[in-house]
Protein backbone atom coordinates (compact mmCIF):
# COMPACT_ATOMS: atom_id res chain seq x y z
CA UNK A 1 0.00 0.00 0.00
CA UNK A 2 1.41 3.52 -1.27
CA UNK A 3 1.70 6.57 1.21
CA UNK A 4 1.82 8.93 -1.68
CA UNK A 5 -1.11 11.39 -3.06
CA UNK A 6 -3.96 10.14 -4.52
CA UNK A 7 -5.68 11.67 -7.54
CA UNK A 8 -9.13 11.77 -7.12
CA UNK A 9 -10.94 10.57 -9.84
CA UNK A 10 -13.42 12.51 -11.35
CA UNK A 11 -16.85 10.19 -10.61
CA UNK A 12 -20.28 12.04 -10.12
CA UNK A 13 -21.83 13.16 -7.17
CA UNK A 14 -25.43 14.57 -7.94
CA UNK A 15 -25.77 14.84 -4.13
CA UNK A 16 -22.92 17.38 -3.84
CA UNK A 17 -23.60 21.36 -3.35
CA UNK A 18 -22.73 23.01 -7.07
CA UNK A 19 -19.27 24.33 -7.34
CA UNK A 20 -18.97 27.75 -5.35
CA UNK A 21 -22.69 27.37 -4.38
CA UNK A 22 -22.72 27.02 -0.40
CA UNK A 23 -25.93 24.92 1.55
CA UNK A 24 -27.32 27.82 3.31
CA UNK A 25 -28.94 25.51 6.25
CA UNK A 26 -25.26 24.10 6.65
CA UNK A 27 -24.34 28.05 8.24
CA UNK A 28 -27.23 27.55 9.94
CA UNK A 29 -26.65 24.51 11.91
CA UNK A 30 -22.68 25.39 12.14
CA UNK A 31 -24.35 28.30 14.03
CA UNK A 32 -26.47 26.44 16.00
CA UNK A 33 -24.15 23.84 16.93
CA UNK A 34 -21.36 26.18 18.55
CA UNK A 35 -23.55 28.50 20.38
CA UNK A 36 -25.09 24.88 21.46
CA UNK A 37 -21.95 23.64 22.56
CA UNK A 38 -21.82 26.77 25.05
CA UNK A 39 -25.08 25.64 26.45
CA UNK A 40 -22.91 22.56 27.90
CA UNK A 41 -19.54 24.48 28.31
CA UNK A 42 -20.84 27.39 30.49
CA UNK A 43 -21.83 24.91 33.69
CA UNK A 44 -18.42 24.33 33.22
CA UNK A 45 -16.90 27.51 33.09
CA UNK A 46 -19.28 28.46 36.42
CA UNK A 47 -19.12 25.24 38.49
CA UNK A 48 -16.51 24.78 41.14
CA UNK A 49 -13.52 23.79 39.98
CA UNK A 50 -14.44 24.95 36.35
CA UNK A 51 -12.82 22.42 33.55
CA UNK A 52 -11.40 20.09 36.43
CA UNK A 53 -14.67 20.12 38.09
CA UNK A 54 -16.03 18.76 35.16
CA UNK A 55 -14.70 15.63 35.55
CA UNK A 56 -15.32 15.25 38.98
CA UNK A 57 -18.90 16.52 38.86
CA UNK A 58 -22.03 14.56 38.76
CA UNK A 59 -23.64 17.14 35.75
CA UNK A 60 -26.33 15.92 33.59
CA UNK A 61 -28.47 14.37 36.07
CA UNK A 62 -32.30 14.87 35.66
CA UNK A 63 -33.81 16.33 38.80
CA UNK A 64 -37.13 18.65 39.64
CA UNK A 65 -36.34 18.75 43.27
CA UNK A 66 -36.40 22.65 42.72
CA UNK A 67 -36.97 25.15 39.50
CA UNK A 68 -33.58 25.97 39.70
CA UNK A 69 -32.76 22.03 39.15
CA UNK A 70 -35.23 21.38 36.34
CA UNK A 71 -34.13 24.55 34.58
CA UNK A 72 -30.39 23.27 34.84
CA UNK A 73 -31.25 19.65 34.25
CA UNK A 74 -33.29 20.54 31.43
CA UNK A 75 -30.30 22.43 29.49
CA UNK A 76 -28.92 19.05 30.15
CA UNK A 77 -31.06 17.40 28.56
CA UNK A 78 -31.72 19.50 25.77
CA UNK A 79 -27.36 20.30 25.24
CA UNK A 80 -25.06 17.43 27.13
CA UNK A 81 -23.47 16.11 24.46
CA UNK A 82 -26.08 16.73 21.59
CA UNK A 83 -24.35 19.78 19.86
CA UNK A 84 -21.22 18.05 20.33
CA UNK A 85 -22.61 15.09 18.22
CA UNK A 86 -23.69 17.85 15.73
CA UNK A 87 -20.36 19.73 15.50
CA UNK A 88 -18.57 16.66 14.53
CA UNK A 89 -21.06 15.46 11.74
CA UNK A 90 -20.88 18.78 10.00
CA UNK A 91 -17.29 18.75 10.56
CA UNK A 92 -17.34 15.33 8.37
CA UNK A 93 -19.61 17.19 5.96
CA UNK A 94 -17.18 20.09 5.42
CA UNK A 95 -14.28 17.00 4.98
CA UNK A 96 -16.45 15.64 2.24
CA UNK A 97 -17.03 18.89 0.56
CA UNK A 98 -13.57 19.77 0.59
CA UNK A 99 -13.05 16.02 -0.93
CA UNK A 100 -16.15 17.03 -3.64
CA UNK A 101 -13.81 20.53 -4.59
CA UNK A 102 -10.78 18.40 -4.99
CA UNK A 103 -12.28 15.92 -6.76
CA UNK A 104 -14.16 18.20 -9.29
CA UNK A 105 -10.58 20.08 -10.02
CA UNK A 106 -9.01 16.41 -10.50
CA UNK A 107 -6.69 17.46 -7.65
CA UNK A 108 -4.65 14.83 -5.17
CA UNK A 109 -6.41 13.77 -2.14
CA UNK A 110 -5.46 14.28 0.72
CA UNK A 111 -3.22 16.17 -0.43
CA UNK A 112 -2.61 19.75 1.08
CA UNK A 113 -5.38 18.84 3.76
CA UNK A 114 -3.06 16.98 5.43
CA UNK A 115 -1.42 20.43 6.59
CA UNK A 116 -4.93 21.69 6.89
CA UNK A 117 -5.70 19.16 9.52
CA UNK A 118 -2.48 19.59 11.81
CA UNK A 119 -2.67 23.37 11.45
CA UNK A 120 -6.24 22.81 12.85
CA UNK A 121 -4.31 20.42 15.22
CA UNK A 122 -1.87 23.54 16.52
CA UNK A 123 -4.68 25.65 16.66
CA UNK A 124 -6.53 23.24 18.99
CA UNK A 125 -3.17 22.52 21.51
CA UNK A 126 -2.88 26.59 21.79
CA UNK A 127 -6.50 26.51 22.56
CA UNK A 128 -6.33 24.17 25.21
CA UNK A 129 -3.00 25.49 26.72
CA UNK A 130 -4.35 29.34 27.02
CA UNK A 131 -8.08 28.97 27.06
CA UNK A 132 -9.99 25.75 27.33
CA UNK A 133 -8.83 22.17 28.74
CA UNK A 134 -12.41 21.04 26.63
CA UNK A 135 -11.17 21.49 23.74
CA UNK A 136 -12.69 19.70 20.30
CA UNK A 137 -10.07 20.99 17.79
CA UNK A 138 -7.38 18.37 18.80
CA UNK A 139 -9.72 15.57 18.30
CA UNK A 140 -11.31 16.45 15.17
CA UNK A 141 -7.74 17.35 13.30
CA UNK A 142 -7.14 13.60 14.18
CA UNK A 143 -9.83 12.31 13.28
CA UNK A 144 -9.71 14.13 10.04
CA UNK A 145 -6.86 12.96 9.19
CA UNK A 146 -8.10 9.21 9.20
CA UNK A 147 -11.10 10.06 7.34
CA UNK A 148 -9.65 12.31 4.86
CA UNK A 149 -7.57 9.11 3.46
CA UNK A 150 -10.74 6.71 4.08
CA UNK A 151 -12.69 8.95 1.37
CA UNK A 152 -10.13 7.64 -1.39
CA UNK A 153 -11.52 4.28 -0.19
CA UNK A 154 -14.69 3.18 -2.01
CA UNK A 155 -17.99 3.63 -0.41
CA UNK A 156 -18.50 -0.08 0.77
CA UNK A 157 -15.51 0.06 2.29
CA UNK A 158 -16.38 3.53 4.36
CA UNK A 159 -19.86 1.76 5.37
CA UNK A 160 -17.63 -0.78 6.53
CA UNK A 161 -15.24 1.34 8.83
CA UNK A 162 -18.16 3.57 9.99
CA UNK A 163 -20.83 0.56 11.34
CA UNK A 164 -17.19 -1.09 12.62
CA UNK A 165 -16.21 2.64 14.83
CA UNK A 166 -20.15 2.50 16.01
CA UNK A 167 -20.12 -1.25 16.97
CA UNK A 168 -16.97 -1.07 19.10
CA UNK A 169 -17.65 2.89 20.80
CA UNK A 170 -21.14 1.25 21.71
CA UNK A 171 -18.71 -1.48 23.30
CA UNK A 172 -16.34 0.33 25.08
CA UNK A 173 -19.34 2.88 26.30
CA UNK A 174 -21.41 -0.62 27.15
CA UNK A 175 -18.21 -1.99 29.66
CA UNK A 176 -17.71 2.21 30.82
CA UNK A 177 -20.82 2.28 32.06
CA UNK A 178 -20.84 -0.88 33.96
CA UNK A 179 -18.05 0.01 35.24
CA UNK A 180 -19.34 3.26 36.62
CA UNK A 181 -22.64 1.52 38.21
CA UNK A 182 -20.67 -1.35 39.87
CA UNK A 183 -18.24 0.65 41.09
CA UNK A 184 -18.78 2.12 45.07
CA UNK A 185 -19.98 5.72 45.52
CA UNK A 186 -17.17 7.47 46.88
CA UNK A 187 -17.14 9.44 50.09
CA UNK A 188 -16.13 13.07 48.94
CA UNK A 189 -19.23 12.51 46.24
CA UNK A 190 -17.52 13.76 43.40
CA UNK A 191 -16.26 17.09 45.18
CA UNK A 192 -13.44 19.11 43.50
CA UNK A 193 -10.70 19.93 46.05
CA UNK A 194 -10.21 23.14 47.18
CA UNK A 195 -7.00 24.16 45.87
CA UNK A 196 -8.54 23.23 42.65
CA UNK A 197 -11.46 25.51 42.94
CA UNK A 198 -9.65 28.50 44.49
CA UNK A 199 -6.91 28.10 41.32
CA UNK A 200 -9.77 29.13 39.04
CA UNK A 201 -11.30 31.51 41.26
CA UNK A 202 -8.04 33.40 42.74
CA UNK A 203 -5.24 31.89 41.09
CA UNK A 204 -3.33 33.58 37.99
CA UNK A 205 -3.06 33.10 34.38
CA UNK A 206 -0.06 31.33 34.25
CA UNK A 207 -0.86 28.90 36.99
CA UNK A 208 -4.44 28.00 35.30
CA UNK A 209 -1.82 26.77 32.11
CA UNK A 210 0.56 25.06 34.36
CA UNK A 211 -2.73 22.99 35.87
CA UNK A 212 -3.54 22.20 32.20
CA UNK A 213 -0.14 20.92 31.12
CA UNK A 214 0.11 19.24 34.39
CA UNK A 215 -3.18 17.12 33.96
CA UNK A 216 -3.21 17.27 30.35
CA UNK A 217 -3.68 13.45 30.25
CA UNK A 218 -6.58 13.63 32.05
CA UNK A 219 -8.01 16.63 30.82
CA UNK A 220 -7.55 15.15 27.26
CA UNK A 221 -9.30 11.87 27.92
CA UNK A 222 -12.70 12.51 26.25
CA UNK A 223 -11.12 12.58 22.66
CA UNK A 224 -9.20 9.36 23.12
CA UNK A 225 -12.67 7.52 24.94
CA UNK A 226 -14.64 8.94 21.85
CA UNK A 227 -12.48 8.16 19.02
CA UNK A 228 -14.32 5.86 17.74
CA UNK A 229 -17.58 8.08 17.87
CA UNK A 230 -15.99 10.37 15.88
CA UNK A 231 -15.06 8.58 13.48
CA UNK A 232 -18.42 7.11 12.84
CA UNK A 233 -20.11 10.58 12.88
CA UNK A 234 -17.63 12.44 10.38
CA UNK A 235 -18.52 9.60 8.32
CA UNK A 236 -22.18 9.70 8.85
CA UNK A 237 -21.53 13.47 7.50
CA UNK A 238 -20.33 12.29 4.62
CA UNK A 239 -22.98 9.87 4.04
CA UNK A 240 -25.86 12.21 4.85
CA UNK A 241 -24.17 15.40 2.45
CA UNK A 242 -23.93 12.69 -0.10
CA UNK A 243 -27.51 11.25 0.22
CA UNK A 244 -28.74 15.14 -0.05
CA UNK A 245 -29.90 16.13 3.44
CA UNK A 246 -28.81 19.43 3.10
CA UNK A 247 -30.39 20.45 -0.28
CA UNK A 248 -33.38 22.93 -0.55
CA UNK A 249 -35.29 20.14 -2.90
CA UNK A 250 -38.20 18.05 -1.93
CA UNK A 251 -35.21 15.03 -1.67
CA UNK A 252 -33.71 16.78 1.26
CA UNK A 253 -36.91 18.15 3.11
CA UNK A 254 -38.19 14.16 3.11
CA UNK A 255 -34.80 13.14 4.36
CA UNK A 256 -34.75 15.85 7.20
CA UNK A 257 -38.22 14.83 7.93
CA UNK A 258 -37.03 11.11 8.84
CA UNK A 259 -33.89 12.31 10.90
CA UNK A 260 -36.95 14.74 12.93
CA UNK A 261 -39.47 11.82 13.33
CA UNK A 262 -36.86 9.30 14.29
CA UNK A 263 -34.24 11.68 15.89
CA UNK A 264 -36.66 13.58 18.08
CA UNK A 265 -38.76 10.61 18.48
CA UNK A 266 -36.22 8.16 19.82
CA UNK A 267 -33.63 10.42 21.19
CA UNK A 268 -35.58 12.37 23.42
CA UNK A 269 -36.95 9.41 25.19
CA UNK A 270 -33.76 7.96 25.54
CA UNK A 271 -31.78 11.26 26.85
CA UNK A 272 -34.36 11.95 29.47
CA UNK A 273 -34.11 7.96 30.44
CA UNK A 274 -30.57 8.19 30.96
CA UNK A 275 -30.46 12.00 32.83
CA UNK A 276 -33.63 10.40 34.96
CA UNK A 277 -30.61 7.29 35.37
CA UNK A 278 -28.39 9.71 37.65
CA UNK A 279 -24.85 10.41 37.06
CA UNK A 280 -23.89 7.07 37.05
CA UNK A 281 -25.40 7.02 33.23
CA UNK A 282 -23.74 10.35 32.47
CA UNK A 283 -21.13 8.67 29.64
CA UNK A 284 -24.00 7.04 28.45
CA UNK A 285 -26.23 9.79 28.13
CA UNK A 286 -23.25 12.31 26.67
CA UNK A 287 -21.80 9.79 24.15
CA UNK A 288 -24.93 7.03 23.49
CA UNK A 289 -28.63 8.73 23.37
CA UNK A 290 -27.16 12.51 22.34
CA UNK A 291 -26.14 11.68 18.65
CA UNK A 292 -29.91 10.23 18.10
CA UNK A 293 -30.91 13.62 19.44
CA UNK A 294 -28.39 15.68 17.27
CA UNK A 295 -30.08 13.68 14.16
CA UNK A 296 -33.32 15.11 15.27
CA UNK A 297 -32.49 18.52 15.66
CA UNK A 298 -30.83 18.41 12.14
CA UNK A 299 -34.51 17.68 11.19
CA UNK A 300 -36.02 20.48 13.14
CA UNK A 301 -33.71 22.57 12.37
CA UNK A 302 -33.89 21.80 9.05
CA UNK A 303 -38.00 22.42 8.90
CA UNK A 304 -37.61 25.73 11.07
CA UNK A 305 -35.60 26.97 8.28
CA UNK A 306 -37.50 25.61 5.22
CA UNK A 307 -40.72 27.34 6.62
CA UNK A 308 -38.67 30.93 6.31
CA UNK A 309 -39.37 33.20 3.70
CA UNK A 310 -37.65 36.57 4.26
CA UNK A 311 -34.22 35.57 7.22
CA UNK A 312 -34.73 37.96 10.17
CA UNK A 313 -32.12 39.19 12.81
CA UNK A 314 -32.31 35.76 14.22
CA UNK A 315 -31.51 33.48 11.19
CA UNK A 316 -28.85 36.05 9.89
CA UNK A 317 -27.21 36.25 13.30
CA UNK A 318 -27.06 32.42 13.13
CA UNK A 319 -25.51 32.34 9.64
CA UNK A 320 -23.14 34.55 10.50
CA UNK A 321 -21.98 32.20 13.21
CA UNK A 322 -21.81 29.37 11.20
CA UNK A 323 -19.98 30.82 8.84
CA UNK A 324 -17.34 32.00 11.32
CA UNK A 325 -17.72 29.35 13.50
CA UNK A 326 -14.31 28.34 14.26
CA UNK A 327 -13.44 32.13 15.46
CA UNK A 328 -17.00 31.70 17.02
CA UNK A 329 -15.96 28.81 18.99
CA UNK A 330 -12.85 30.42 20.65
CA UNK A 331 -14.23 33.92 21.53
CA UNK A 332 -17.20 32.25 23.24
CA UNK A 333 -14.59 29.94 25.39
CA UNK A 334 -12.44 33.03 25.61
CA UNK A 335 -15.45 35.27 27.03
CA UNK A 336 -16.69 32.83 29.30
CA UNK A 337 -13.15 32.66 31.02
CA UNK A 338 -12.74 36.06 31.33
CA UNK A 339 -16.21 36.66 32.78
CA UNK A 340 -16.19 33.24 34.84
CA UNK A 341 -12.99 32.82 36.41
CA UNK A 342 -10.98 35.30 38.85
CA UNK A 343 -8.34 35.96 36.42
CA UNK A 344 -11.16 38.07 34.70
CA UNK A 345 -14.56 39.46 36.20
CA UNK A 346 -14.68 36.06 38.69
CA UNK A 347 -18.42 35.85 38.66
CA UNK A 348 -18.46 32.29 38.87
CA UNK A 349 -17.61 32.50 42.61
CA UNK A 350 -19.32 35.78 43.12
CA UNK A 351 -22.69 34.29 41.86
CA UNK A 352 -22.23 30.63 43.31
CA UNK A 353 -25.25 31.14 45.54
CA UNK A 354 -27.57 32.62 43.09
CA UNK A 355 -28.72 29.17 41.53
CA UNK A 356 -28.74 28.63 37.60
CA UNK A 357 -30.31 32.06 36.62
CA UNK A 358 -26.81 34.13 35.71
CA UNK A 359 -25.76 30.87 33.95
CA UNK A 360 -28.13 30.80 31.30
CA UNK A 361 -28.16 34.94 31.33
CA UNK A 362 -24.19 34.25 30.57
CA UNK A 363 -24.81 31.62 27.63
CA UNK A 364 -27.61 34.14 26.05
CA UNK A 365 -25.48 37.48 26.39
CA UNK A 366 -22.48 35.41 24.72
CA UNK A 367 -24.85 33.97 22.23
CA UNK A 368 -26.34 37.51 21.49
CA UNK A 369 -22.16 38.80 21.19
CA UNK A 370 -21.41 36.39 18.66
CA UNK A 371 -24.58 36.56 16.79
CA UNK A 372 -24.30 40.20 16.35
CA UNK A 373 -20.43 40.85 16.37
CA UNK A 374 -20.29 37.81 13.48
CA UNK A 375 -22.55 39.69 11.10
CA UNK A 376 -21.13 42.79 11.59
CA UNK A 377 -17.44 41.03 10.98
CA UNK A 378 -18.86 39.76 8.36
CA UNK A 379 -20.15 43.09 6.31
CA UNK A 380 -16.65 43.83 5.77
CA UNK A 381 -14.56 40.91 5.85
CA UNK A 382 -15.71 37.43 4.09
CA UNK A 383 -14.22 35.14 6.54
CA UNK A 384 -13.84 35.32 10.66
CA UNK A 385 -10.33 36.20 12.19
CA UNK A 386 -9.30 32.68 12.86
CA UNK A 387 -10.45 31.27 9.73
CA UNK A 388 -8.55 34.15 7.76
CA UNK A 389 -5.09 33.28 9.88
CA UNK A 390 -6.01 29.56 8.60
CA UNK A 391 -5.99 30.41 4.68
CA UNK A 392 -2.92 32.49 5.59
CA UNK A 393 -0.95 30.04 7.68
CA UNK A 394 -1.60 27.49 4.78
CA UNK A 395 -0.66 29.47 1.85
CA UNK A 396 2.74 29.93 3.36
Keep these: MTHTDTTVPRTPGPASPPAGRRLPLLDVLRGVAVLGTLMTNVWIFTGPGAEWGALRSSSGELSFGSLADAVEGTFSVLANGKFLSLLTILFGV???????????RGQPWPGRYRWRALFLFGEGTVHFVLVFAWDVLMGYAVTALLVAWLLTRSQRAQRRVMWWALGTHLTLLGLLTAALLASPDTEDGGTVSREVVDLYAHGGYLDQVAFRLENAVALRMEPVLTFFLLVFLFLLG???????????????????????????????????????????????????????????????????????????????????????????????????VLVSYGIGLGLAERLVDTGPWWVVG???????????????WLRRFSAGPLETVQKWGLRH
Excluded: H, K
Aim: charged letters at 15%; one cysteine or more.
Design 238 to 336: VRLLRAGAFGADAAGRRLRARLLAWGLGLGLPLNVAAALGGPDLFALARYGTAPVLALGYIGLIGALVDRVRRPGPLMTGLTSVGRTALSGYVLQNMLC
Design 94 to 104: GLAIQFRSAER
Design 362 to 376: LWAAVCAVLMVGSTL
